[in-house]
C-alpha cells in the first residue's frame, strides 16, 4: 500500500489547520491587550468580544490605507483609531490613548517575558 500522497495531503491540511489555530490564538491576545488599553484608557463595556473585532477591523481598514506612499502609515493609524473609537462607541481621545495604552502594555509583557526567559535586551 503507497503511503506517499495521503501522508502529504494530511499533512498540508494539519498545516492548515495549525495556521487558523495561531491566527485565532493571535487575535484572542491582540484583542486581550485591547482590551486592557481600553480600560486604562477609561472606556466603559469593554469586552473582549469587541476587542476582536476591533483588531481586525483597523488591521484590515489599516493595511488597506497603509499602502499609500509617504501618508500612508499615519493614516493607516488614524484609521485604526478610527475604528476603535467606533466599535467602543466613545471619542477620539479615549480611542487614541486605548491605542497607545495597548502598545505600553505589549511592550511591558515583552520586556517582561524576556527577563522570565532570560534574553539579554542588549540583543534588541
Request: glycine share 12%.
Amino acid at each position: 500500500m503507497p503511503m506517499g500522497p495521503p501522508i502529504i495531503s494530511g499533512l498540508f491540511a494539519a498545516m492548515g489547520f495549525m495556521a487558523v489555530l495561531v491566527i485565532l490564538i493571535a487575535l484572542i491576545i491582540a484583542g486581550f491587550f485591547l482590551m486592557i488599553g481600553a480600560k486604562f484608557a477609561g472606556i466603559e463595556d469593554v469586552t473582549l468580544g469587541k476587542s476582536m473585532i476591533a483588531v481586525v477591523g483597523g488591521g484590515i481598514l489599516a493595511l488597506l490605507i497603509g499602502w499609500i506612499p509617504a501618508i500612508g502609515w499615519i493614516l493607516g493609524i488614524i484609521a485604526y483609531i478610527w475604528v476603535i473609537k467606533t466599535v467602543f462607541n466613545t471619542d477620539w481621545g479615549k480611542a487614541a490613548i486605548a491605542w497607545l495604552m495597548t502598545i505600553v502594555v505589549e511592550i511591558i509583557v515583552m520586556f517582561a517575558f524576556m527577563v522570565l526567559l532570560g534574553i539579554s535586551v542588549a540583543l534588541f
